[in-house]
């Protein structure tokens, strides 16, 4: 027998989907809330189904942690019906094997039908590891998550849409035999639900699979990190420079338009791999996902990989002086222009703007 | 002795990857295949280390006889075994058939010549997900380090290491038992010039070849391949357009009224008072 949840023996009517909800010392990772919103609208998806079929559907969050207790409540707000806590000492910092294993436990016991993780690095190090440990599929990097009819299957899937091949081609994974289907996705991919404070719900408490000295690993000490600080993926506005600055001080006139604007300075690979500024401003594939306000490229030519990170962004304004750059393609306004024009009269103009406001 | 084991696996360079502007499809033709980045810079470590302290290093892979290319250049980089996992069974697999292939060949590995560390790459620049690593160390039991960028200590008398892992916020300093499974960052180790005697031996080198009943693992049919793959690839399309906004040519209008009609435009859209506000 091949172990794993097999659908047909576990098909119960009560159909659960799951979020882990991530924190790290009392910090809850916002993608948790996000993924919330996500399992919210799946759920919707298969409202009708359950109905005809008389089974219940449900959104649940699964929290690891010590004393962590009052994230419990915040979860309800951002939509979950209910949270297995798992509250012990050994959880106080994130270590793989504790937290795999107590959430297999619970997966196991509770029998989820989609299990979400955010694809962070703590999620990473997790998910794949909770995917083994229940024999079932995982599909990394999600970018758009739906519950469809597959023929051959009475209930509704999960159609994971993930970018192969640098973001050229997207696959449609499906998990048909095993349980639960899970998925991961990056933060930012999905808008922030909102929070209903009145929301409440129940809190069902289980043990933790393992004790400390089974935990496997020990951390001796934590060292932050340099650009620890700069925090792109959540910022309202990026203005965001390419290998079109020309040198690393081009970055400086990007950075002033940035503080103007009360935002932060985003950067594509090229000057990330040149030195030009540090790997946590690179937005795109292999750097962060970002949804601002406002997204500001300049002197970026819109390469897939670079787009992938910054198009569901609120508004976008392109400036490079190349009218073919694909950038416009995703830009809701572009200025074919010279930045070292450019930049300076935006400059200029916004402060205008202010002092305006400010009169007012 | 020490002994160490690197998984590698070959993917295509998608740093050469070429859309086809007509087609829109992607031109697979002349992209050359290469040793997945990071795990170059796995095999790296792995080989600095048994340098230290006078072990061995074992290279896997799984994948088709093609593949051979990549072991012999783990060879010229210092490895000292290579053996290819290949066989029609095994070929389909998603991250839990893999998962379980290598898992199989490690026991195999192990029992011959105990192994101390296990080196894996941060990820496969194929797919980018990260997966495999974990559901090894999974299926060993073993403690895994993710995000590994420094190995600062092995201690084989007291059965330990100690390694600087990197996460978003903060390195950690973290200790474990040996085995350990890592999965590595870039930072771990520069990937070296091949040395004058390991280029000639790879030239003549011959990885071993195991399959599905070849070799000393042993493998369930049921975990290997497309049917031991609880994913299935469902339906592949392209990327929906998007819907491209207005473009101002600042040499015709003049740049300042290019800037000015644009930040109208973001005005209007709601935005900038919204983003003002918060600023002033
Ligand atoms: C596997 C993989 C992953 C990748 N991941 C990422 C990623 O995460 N993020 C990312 O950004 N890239 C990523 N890339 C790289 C990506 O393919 C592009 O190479 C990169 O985004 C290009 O950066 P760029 O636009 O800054 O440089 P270029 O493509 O060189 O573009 C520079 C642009 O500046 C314009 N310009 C020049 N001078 C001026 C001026 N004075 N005023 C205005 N415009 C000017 C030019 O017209 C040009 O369009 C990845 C690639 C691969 C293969
Ligand atoms: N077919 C394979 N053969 C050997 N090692 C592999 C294979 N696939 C993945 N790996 C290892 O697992 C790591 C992570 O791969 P992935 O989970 O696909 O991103 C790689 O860096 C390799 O070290």
Redesign the pocket.
């Known amino acids: 027998m091949v172990p794993g949840m097999n659908i047909e023996s576990n098909e119960t009517n009560v159909r659960r989907f799951w979020v882990f909800i991530e924190q790290e010392g009392g910090e809850v990772h916002p993608v948790s809330w996000e993924l919330l919103g996500v399992a919210r609208a799946l759920v919707a998806q298969v409202q009708s189904e359950a109905e005809e079929n008389g089974e219940e559907v449900v959104v649940e969050g699964v929290l690891l942690g010590d004393d962590v207790e009052h994230i419990a409540k915040l979860a309800f707000q951002y939509g979950a019906d209910r949270v297995y806590l798992v509250d012990d000492p050994v959880f106080k910092n994130y270590r793989n094997c504790p937290y795999y294993k107590s959430i297999a436990q619970v997966a196991e016991k509770y029998q989820p039908e989609v299990f979400l993780i955010g694809a962070t690095t703590l999620g990473r190090d997790l998910a794949?590891a909770v995917a083994t440990a229940l024999h079932t599929g995982l599909t990394a990097d999600c970018t758009g998550l739906e519950m469809g009819e597959v023929k051959g299957s009475r209930r509704r899937l999960l159609l994971a849409t993930r970018p192969a091949f640098g973001g050229n081609i997207l696959a449609t994974i499906i998990c048909r035999k095993y349980r639960p289907q899970m998925s991961s996705v990056r933060p930012r991919v999905f808008p922030m639900p909102e929070c209903n404070p009145d929301a409440a719900g129940e809190i069902i408490r289980e043990s933790p699979a393992v004790q400390e000295e089974n935990a496997l690993a020990c951390i001796l000490d934590f060292i932050r990190e340099k650009g620890a600080d700069v925090d792109i993926e959540y910022a309202d506005v990026i203005v965001a420079g390419g290998r079109g600055l020309g040198n690393p001080d081009g970055f400086a006139l990007v950075q002033e338009l940035a503080e103007e604007l009360g935002g932060v300075v985003g950067a594509s690979r090229p000057c990330v791999d040149l030195g030009w500024i540090d790997a946590a401003h690179q937005v795109g594939q292999t750097g962060k996902t970002v949804r601002p306000k406002l997204y500001i490229a300049a002197g970026i030519s819109g390469a897939l990989q670079h787009k992938v990170g910054m198009q569901n962004s609120d508004f976008i304004i392109a400036i490079n002086n190349d009218a073919n750059a694909p950038i416009f393609d995703v830009a809701d306004v572009g200025i074919v222009g010279d930045l070292f024009e450019v930049i300076p009269a935006m400059l200029t103009a916004i402060r205008g703007r202010k002092e305006a406001l400010a009169n007012e | 002795m020490f002994h160490a084991l690197v998984?590698?696996?070959q993917v295509p360079d998608t740093t050469n990857i070429r859309i086809d502007p007509d087609t829109g499809n992607l031109v697979r033709e002349g992209v050359p295949a290469i040793m997945?980045p990071?795990?170059a810079h796995?095999l790296a470590a792995a080989v600095e280390l048994k340098r230290k302290l006078n072990g061995k290093v074992t290279v896997?892979?799984?994948?088709p006889s093609s593949f051979n290319a990549t072991l012999r250049e783990a060879i010229e980089l210092g490895a000292d075994r290579g053996i290819l996992l290949s066989d029609r069974k095994f070929a389909g697999a998603d991250?839990l058939a893999?998962s379980y292939v290598?898992a199989q060949a490690i026991k195999a590995i192990h029992e011959e010549e105990p192994v101390h560390m296990l080196f894996?790459?941060?990820?496969?620049i194929d797919?980018?997900?990260?997966?495999?690593?974990p559901g090894v160390a999974v299926r060993l039991d073993l403690p895994i380090v993710t995000y590994v960028s420094s190995i600062r200590e092995v201690d084989l008398e007291r059965q330990k290491a100690v390694f600087d892992r990197r996460t978003e916020r903060w390195s950690e300093i973290i200790e474990t038992s040996l085995p350990v499974l890592l999965?590595c960052e870039k930072e771990i180790a520069p990937v070296p010039f091949a040395p004058l005697p390991d280029l000639i031996r790879s030239l003549r080198y011959e990885p071993e070849f195991w399959s599905k009943s070849d070799g000393p693992a042993t493998f369930d049919d049921a975990y290997v391949g497309s049917k031991g793959s609880p994913t299935i690839v469902y339906k592949m399309g392209t990327p929906p357009l998007p819907e491209a906004g207005e473009k101002i040519n600042s040499r015709e209008v003049g740049v300042d009224a290019a800037v000015k009609s644009a930040l109208q435009q973001v005005e209007a859209a709601g935005v900038l008072a919204e983003i003002l506000g918060g600023a002033v």
């Open positions: 794949g | 998984a590698i696996k997945n990071y795990d796995a896997i892979s799984m994948g991250t893999t290598l894996f790459g941060k990820q496969a797919g980018d997900t990260a997966q495999v690593g999965t």
